[in-house]
């Protein structure tokens, strides 16, 4: 055996053929040799081996393994590249590594460099001050971005409701528009208030950018926003209603809850500062002007009113509603129909709280059972193609630390940030 290696050696060096792919020096061939190559040997480790060989403390792999078995390794064998080449990292990183951006968008300062062009930012407010039930939610913007990193090439085949809608045939990701993360808005954990204020002049100076693609008819960038708890809606809309020309924004509402619920009712009995939270934002955002009345809705509402009068007050800050139940009865697709309707042309701000999936599927502040399916979700979500959506945010996302579900309540709300973008490029293409 020995003798016929040494022979091969020397047909290796007297043609100057690569073909066996025996590195001269080595007397001791073995299978792992031949499949990995330099990689699984080194020059000491193969003299060290050859020692244990010649010594008899190591049994001479080439004299018990078939060599026919590696013939295939030896004939194809592998080349890397030159040692100091690095060219190949930067053409394919595993959708599993890298540093964490929202579905591997490229990161960016957004706050204090306004003069680059973004079409549509999406940005991280870690804030749960504002919970009447669950906390945790500031880990919200990091689950997000850890359940999106499957996400970034969008081209899918139940992206749109029909073979023949527009959503089926675009990737959000790759149709020219700039879409970046802008990292999260840094806000306190030790005072709601300038917390809330310093989201407020976050968003501000996110909307302060040029969009980038010249075919867009928007002027300033769009803003998704990923919370957080539902309270960082009234600063998120704030900013959106100054952006937008200040006219009130039809709001559709994707919730278990209302959220209209007058301070008197929730938080405000305690203190003046406890008023506005996660179930008295809308009535807020009502009482601002945000909220285009008879034109917004809630969809997927099924909570306790909690009082007989919060129904009422629910109307007069001028929210339709659509419960869950009702997805039953209307179907997924009659839902988004309906939203449209409610819609019409107006300019949109969609804010979707976690909750509106059952307690099934996801980790949330306020969990309540009969909730929506991810199907139904996404059905209804696509049913909207067309929708002038200047705005959206996704709020309540509770994963870890705060919840031990695994990845589910992450990819579910990355997978619904999806569809959004979706609906925010669609327009544009
Ligand atoms: C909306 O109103 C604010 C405050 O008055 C103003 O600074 C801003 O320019 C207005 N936005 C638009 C688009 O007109
Ligand atoms: C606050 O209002 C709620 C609902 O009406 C009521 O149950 C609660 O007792 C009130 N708390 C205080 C301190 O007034
Ligand atoms: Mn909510």
Request: aromatic fraction near 8%; glycine fraction near 10%.
């Amino acid at each position: 055996m020995k003798y016929i290696l040494q022979t091969c050696v020397l047909c290796v060096c007297v043609c100057g053929q690569e073909v066996l792919g025996y590195a001269s020096n080595r007397q001791h061939q073995s299978f792992l040799d031949d499949i990995f190559g330099d990689i699984a040997i080194s020059d000491q480790a193969e003299e060290y081996r050859n020692q244990q060989i010649e010594m008899g403390e190591l049994a001479d792999t080439m004299q018990t393994l078939d060599r026919d078995s590696s013939l295939m390794f030896r004939t194809n064998k592998l080349h890397f590249p030159d040692d100091d080449d690095l060219s190949d990292f930067s053409k394919y990183v595993p959708l599993y590594s890298g540093i964490v951006t929202f579905a591997h968008l490229p990161q960016e300062e957004c706050f204090t460099n306004t003069d680059s062009t973004l079409d549509i930012a999406i940005v991280g407010a870690p804030f749960d001050s504002g919970v009447s039930y669950s906390p945790g939610t500031r880990f919200g913007p990091n689950g997000v971005r850890q359940g999106s990193r499957r996400l970034g090439y969008g081209l899918t085949p139940i992206r749109g409701n029909s073979a023949d809608s527009k959503l089926r045939h675009i990737d959000p990701y790759g149709e020219g528009l700039r879409i970046v993360d802008c990292g999260d808005v840094p806000m306190t954990p030790f005072d709601a208030r300038i917390s809330l204020n310093q989201l407020y002049r976050g968003e501000r100076a996110i909307h302060k950018h040029d969009t980038a693609l010249k075919s867009t008819h928007y002027k300033k960038t769009r803003v998704i926003t990923l919370g957080g708890d539902h309270t960082i809606t009234l600063m998120n809309l704030r900013s959106a209603f100054e952006t937008y020309g200040n006219e009130s924004l039809a709001v559709v509402h994707f919730d278990a809850h209302i959220d209209t619920w007058d301070p008197e009712v929730v938080g405000g009995n305690v203190s003046k500062y406890a008023s506005i939270n996660h179930g008295t934002f809308l009535h807020y955002a009502s009482e601002l002007g945000y909220v285009s009345k008879g034109h917004s809705v809630h969809v997927g509402t099924r909570a306790p009113y909690i009082t007989l009068e919060s129904k009422h007050h629910d109307k007069e800050c001028g929210f339709k509603t659509i419960t869950s139940k009702d997805v039953d009865i209307l179907t997924s697709r009659g839902v988004g129909r309906k939203i449209k309707e409610i819609v019409g042309d107006r300019k949109v701000y969609l804010t979707f709280d976690l909750d509106t999936f059952d307690i099934g599927y996801i980790n949330s502040g306020t969990l309540e059972a009969g909730g929506l399916t991810p199907r139904e979700v996404l059905t209804i979500l696509d049913e909207l193609e067309g929708i002038d959506l200047v705005g959206c945010d996704i709020v309540e996302v509770s994963t870890p630390p705060n919840s031990y579900d695994g990845d589910n309540t992450g990819l579910l709300a990355a997978q619904v940030i999806d569809s959004l973008l979706g609906l925010m490029v669609v327009t544009e293409v």
